[in-house]
């Protein structure tokens, strides 16, 4: 079955920088690749996903690559926030099957 | 409040009993997917439906049972609990089945929080 993982499993920046979170998938047939944030407490809540026939899309601060090729994608985040702060995971599906996430990434942005 | 209803909130059991959870996806969602996420841990696929039928499975343990009924709110069942089956857990529903924008996404409930002593 489909296996994600994901690194760093935490991140530390600086209020300002920038943050890269990665994510590798093993199902080549996997075809839609969503980014979650989860909030302290609260539920996971979409920020941002991509397409298999789309490179690079951006949202604000926010953009997301994937390579198919190495069945990679990655997470962007510009300019953070201390309200950035949270733990992203990354996913990835194939048509309307199972979502599979990956382990998580504890991002702190320190003021 | 995101559409996505999960009761009970919270449930406190003993081992070896069983605990029924309920969800009721959002309006116009098709797809219930359950999720279980223990303590500092990521979220693990458990199984999904769409429209009443069984789509994929998880890593979900034989204790573990869920189903869709014909109204589309779905119940996971627990059995012989134990101690490590502590965890909160997630229903989150989609449209799904559809080549539509959005089709994809998950809305989550706000979880049930199993704690088995």
């Known amino acids: 079955g489909e296996n994600v993982e994901q690194h760093p499993s935490t991140l530390s920046v600086q209020e300002g920088d920038s943050a890269v979170i990665k994510c590798t998938y093993s199902?080549?047939?996997?075809?839609?690749f969503p980014w979650y944030k989860q909030e302290l407490g609260k539920r996971p809540q979409l920020i941002i996903d991509?397409?298999?026939?789309?490179g690079e899309k951006k949202d604000q601060r926010i953009a997301v690559t994937l390579n198919k090729t190495a069945k990679h994608f990655s997470l962007h985040i510009t300019e953070t926030q201390p309200e950035d702060s949270a733990v992203y995971f990354c996913a990835s599906q194939e048509g309307f099957q199972k979502l599979v996430f990956g382990t998580g990434t504890r991002l702190l942005v320190s003021p | 409040d995101s559409g996505v209803t999960q009761t009970p909130k919270h449930l406190i059991t003993a081992t070896g009993q069983r605990v029924t959870l309920r969800c009721s996806p959002r309006?116009?969602?098709?797809?219930v997917y359950w999720y279980q996420q223990s303590l500092d841990q990521g979220l693990q696929f458990l199984i999904q439906?769409?429209?009443?039928?069984?789509?994929a499975k998880g890593n979900i343990l034989e204790r573990f049972s869920a189903q869709q009924f014909p109204d589309l709110h779905s119940e996971l069942n627990l059995s012989s609990l134990e101690l490590g089956d502590s965890a909160l857990y997630f229903c989150?529903?989609?449209?799904?089945?559809?080549?539509?924008?959005?089709?994809?996404?998950?809305?989550f409930g706000a979880g049930s929080r199993l704690t088995v002593l």
């Open positions: 199902d080549s047939a996997s075809n839609y």
């Open positions: 989150a529903s989609s449209v799904g089945g559809d080549i539509i924008p959005g089709a994809n996404v998950l809305t």
């Open positions: 439906y769409y429209n009443g039928e069984e789509r």
């Open positions: 991509i397409r298999s026939n789309v």
């Open positions: 309006s116009g969602d098709l797809s």
